[in-house]
């Protein structure tokens, strides 16, 4: 049983950071890509960002520039540092992983806030 665990939302103001963590009980390259979605009150989930297991990373028009992906193999950890913050932002954020049409696991998420 595959197993995400999330860790380091929280409330700041808007302009501080966040680096949210997601732990996996099995080795990252059990899977093609991990990313973080978002799902704000009333709305649909959406992609944040991703990264494939080979490092290529895609991202939300609306975080470019401001949030970054990255993976640790050697702690089965993929991190999401969260820049300049905004209102806007405020959800509760999601780990993914995916092994094309095989799997793909949810963590159970962490509450961002950003006030303003």
């Known amino acids: 049983q595959v197993q995400l665990v999330e860790s380091g939302g929280g409330l700041v103001q808007a302009g501080g950071s966040l680096r949210l963590s997601c732990a996996a009980s099995v080795s990252l390259f059990s899977f093609d890509r991990l990313g973080w979605y978002r799902q704000a009150p009333g709305q649909q989930r959406t992609l944040v960002a991703i990264?494939?297991?080979?490092?290529?990373?895609t991202y939300a028009v609306s975080v470019k520039g401001r949030f970054t992906i990255s993976q640790d193999s050697s702690k089965n950890t993929v991190h999401l540092k969260m820049n300049s913050l905004k209102p806007e932002d405020t959800a509760v954020y999601y780990c993914n992983a995916m092994r094309y049409s095989v799997s793909n696991y949810w963590g159970q998420g962490t509450q961002v806030t950003v006030s303003s």
């Open positions: 990264i494939t297991t080979s490092g290529i990373t």
